[in-house]
T-cell receptor, first 115, second 114 residues
Framework: EAGVTQFPSHSVIEKGQTVTLRCDPI?????LYWYRRVMGKEIKFLLH????????ESGMPNNRFLAERTGGTYSTLKVQPAELEDSGVYFC?????????????FGPGTRLLVL | AQSVTQPDIHITVSEGASLELRCNYS??????LFWYVQSPGQGLQLLLK??????LVQGIKGFEAEFKRSQSSFNLRKPSVHWSDAAEYFC????????????FGQGTELSVKP
């Protein structure tokens, strides 16, 4: 069974540009999470989808970030326009059950560098 | 405020030596506790988790962790470290009423000397 995949693995963009990150969860996993790790800091929660609905988006930094999960399958996270402080590693994770405390399976992350 | 503290940013141990990675948490609800490991180029892999019951939990790769409520700690241990254990280790906390949202510590990077 394929794990969580993320694309691209790396992205280097200039300040003011737009970047879209994609996450493909494990097939059948209703729960999808986005996290971010800024260099030198802890991994921080961004948001949680249950199927196509946003269950919790309390961690989204500001309205430059837009997450979608059309059809309840893959998810995209768009940053527009990107700022220097958006640099970091963006992780996606998925889990199967409804309670939210089942094991979360993480992807390898997308390393974003904003210059 | 809810938080997880991993006091050691970087630890170096000799191969074959024992290992203990510290984790302390501050959390209002009944915590669920996790240890993840990230090897270079890989995603985070779950080592073990504690929800309830026996406070000593066994995980993969020979790791174990002990939940101590009185000390708000969930330290990770391994009796004999292998070179392949070199990686970054993350402690995390969640709860049922948080819908799976995990709060992570800053991570501990483990180096293994031959």
């Amino acid at each position: 069974e394929a794990g969580v995949t993320q694309f691209p693995s790396h992205s280097v963009i200039e300040k003011g540009q737009t970047v879209t990150l994609r996450c493909d969860p494990i097939s059948g996993h209703d729960n999808l999470y986005w996290y971010r790790r800024v260099m030198g800091k802890e991994i921080k929660f961004l948001l949680h989808f249950v199927k196509e609905s946003k269950q919790d988006e309390s961690g989204m930094p500001n309205n430059r970030f837009l997450a979608e999960r059309t059809g309840g399958t893959y998810s995209t996270l768009k940053v527009q326009p990107a700022e220097l402080e958006d640099s970091g590693v963006y992780f996606c994770a998925s889990s199967q059950g409804p309670t939210g405390v089942e094991t979360q399976y993480f992807g390898p992350g997308t390393r974003l560098l904003v210059l | 405020a809810q938080s997880v503290t991993q006091p050691d940013i970087h630890i170096t141990v000799s191969e074959g030596a024992s290992l203990e990675l510290r984790c302390n948490y501050s959390y209002g609800a009944t915590p669920y506790l996790f240890w993840y490991v990230q090897s270079p180029g890989q995603g985070l892999q779950l080592l073990l988790k504690y929800f309830s019951g026996d406070t000593l939990v066994q995980g993969i790769k020979g790791f174990e962790a002990e939940f101590k409520r009185s000390q708000s700690s969930f330290n990770l241990r391994k009796p004999s470290v292998h070179w392949s254990d070199a990686a970054e280790y993350f402690c995390a906390v969640g709860s049922y009423n948080q819908g799976g949202k995990l709060i992570f510590g800053q991570g501990t990077e483990l180096s293994v000397k031959p």
